[in-house]
């Protein structure tokens, strides 16, 4: 029978705990906090400008105060292609909100757990998420803040091995 070297038992226990933490996670200990958002009524030249500079997948669209809608580095890419053909297109005039006013907008909850947020986003092809609690935006949740928030987890990602 092998030897259990205590270094094997501390690793082990740290996993556990690992785990236990990621269960009982939620969005907001994961989410940006500071979120930058575009109007309804701005072109989406802008949004596009501010995507870029700021390496964004996604913006949330704000409508007389309110969230109202996302868009995406993906939709205002489409705009550019479609723009290309058809010269009503235009990115100066054409404003955010009327790119996104039919698509469902989705948002979770402050408090939801992590790993219902994954699931949630995975189902839907989200990329970006808002976290909105009574018309109140908390933050924006992204699969790059998960994968900071987990590689900030787990010491074998960090390092590059397994911990001694």
């Avoid at 556990?16 to 009524?41: G, P, W």
């Avoid at 996104?100 to 989705?106: E, L, M």
């Amino acid at each position: 029978m092998t030897e259990v070297k205590e270094y094997d038992i501390e690793y082990a226990k740290k996993v556990l705990e690992r785990s236990q933490r990621l269960l009982k996670a939620t969005v907001d200990e994961v989410m940006t906090k500071n979120v930058i958002t575009v109007d309804y009524d701005d072109p989406a030249s802008k949004a596009a400008r501010i995507i870029l500079e700021n390496g964004f997948l996604s913006l949330l669209i704000m409508k007389d105060g309110k969230p109202f809608n996302t868009i995406s580095i993906f939709e205002l890419l489409r705009l550019g292609y479609e723009e290309t053909f058809d010269k009503n297109k235009d990115y100066l005039t054409t404003k955010v909100g009327e790119l996104v006013q039919n698509k469902k907008f989705y948002f979770l909850p402050s408090g939801t757990l992590l790993r219902d947020a994954v699931n949630f986003m995975m189902e839907r092809k989200l990329r970006t998420i808002p976290v909105i609690t009574n018309d109140v935006v908390n933050g924006i949740l992204s699969i790059v803040d998960m994968v900071q928030w987990y590689r900030l987890n787990h010491e074998e990602v960090l390092l590059g091995k397994k911990p001694h």
